[in-house]
């Protein structure tokens, strides 16, 4: 399975790669913006809210392998990335589990965006007990082509309808903190469904 780098990724991304012992994690492509590359959403008291990765934009940015990005420390996004996910998740069952560890990682200020995305993407493996191994490309390869299975780097995208749940077979709602209010928000980061709930989310994302 063929998977792009994601920062505190969908659900839907969890849950594709749950179907497998092993998956390619795209190291040859250029930088996307408005993608998940540097972005995630979460549940939040006033409805759904993006959180963003700023990124340092050197000349031909859009050009540069994607292993390349540097995260911009200049913004303190940081401290607002906290803020956000506090205010939103404070009343959640687990937040208070796993908030400190996943700060941990941004506060080492990881160089590049890939070496971010790879650290928080570990560390909800590891939290949601879902054991697989990433394994990046060494090429870069077209859409379908097959030769790192099967290929969702195009499927799981903010901007697009992401049907990748439906294609699993894994459209059902769990527990969120504001579903009272707005109605189950779907596919959020894997940060809303481990903060709401806990070492139940393998359970949602396996088709049992």
Request: aromatic share 14%; hydrophobic share 40%.
């Amino acid at each position: 399975m063929l998977l792009s780098t994601a920062f505190s990724p969908p659900v839907s991304w969890f849950a594709a790669a749950a179907t497998e012992d092993k998956v390619y994690l795209e190291a040859c492509e250029n930088y996307q913006k408005q993608s998940y590359r540097n972005r995630c959403r979460i549940a939040a008291a006033q409805g759904v809210e993006s959180l963003s990765v700023p990124v340092v934009h050197e000349g031909g940015t859009f050009k540069l392998p994607i292993t390349k990005i540097k995260v911009d420390y200049s913004e303190p996004w940081i401290h607002k990335f906290h803020r956000a996910v506090d205010s939103a998740y404070e009343s959640s069952p687990f937040l208070e589990y796993y908030r400190d560890e996943l700060y941990a990682i941004l506060d080492t200020r990881p160089e590049t965006l890939w070496e971010l995305n790879l650290s928080v993407i570990r560390f909800f493996m590891a939290k949601t007990g879902l054991k697989v191994k990433i394994v990046p490309t060494k090429t870069f390869t077209p859409e379908d082509s097959g030769i790192y299975g099967e290929d969702f780097r195009e499927a799981i995208h903010p901007k697009r309808d992401d049907l990748t749940l439906r294609y699993l077979q894994l459209e059902k709602p769990y527990f969120q903190v504001f579903a009272g209010k707005y109605g189950f928000a779907e596919n959020l980061s894997v940060m809303d469904l481990l903060f709401n709930m806990g070492p139940e989310s393998l359970l949602y994302l396996k088709k049992v």
